[in-house]
Nanobody, 132 residues
Framework: QERLVESGGGLVEAGGSLTLSCASSLGTESKEYMGWFRQAPGQEREGVAADFFGGNSSAYLYYHDSVKGRFKLSRDNAANSLYLQMNDLRPEDTAMYYC??????????????????????WGQGTQVTVSS
């Protein structure tokens, strides 16, 4: 069964760090465009970081403005895993974080961004809570 499983969430103080992991059992084509999304209570789900891993271009690398310089997206193909290194965490980063795959990028005024509703595969989510 094709699926994504997240781990690594938890409770951390402001300024702390966490690394989220997403283990994938998807086929190669489904993993070409993957990313991390988050949803806080009462808020819409939003893209946090995403990239197209099917080629060598960095044109599709995306970070939400609020996490630029603090979060880093990476992937280990051998381990079939996607990671999100989160540093200098803030209370406003508190949310359920989801890994998603087989998404479609959309072009915005700020460049390519993941189209949240287009993602075919989703993990169950991992909670990140940042205390002030």
């Amino acid at each position: 069964q094709e699926r994504l499983v997240e781990s690594g969430g938890g409770l951390v103080e402001a300024g702390g760090s966490l690394t989220l992991s997403c283990a994938s059992s998807l086929g190669t084509e489904s993993k070409e465009y993957m990313g991390w999304f988050r949803q806080a209570p009462g808020q819409e789900r939003e893209g946090v970081a995403a990239d197209f891993f099917g080629g060598n271009s960095s044109a599709y690398l995306y970070y939400h403005d609020s996490v630029k310089g603090r979060f880093k997206l990476s992937r280990d193909n051998a381990a079939n895993s996607l990671y999100l290194q989160m540093n200098d965490l803030r209370p406003e980063d508190t949310a359920m974080y989801y890994c998603a795959a087989d998404c479609q990028p959309m072009y915005t005024q700020k460049g390519w961004a993941p189209h949240v509703q287009s993602c075919r595969f989703w993990g169950q989510g991992t909670q990140v809570t940042v205390s002030s």
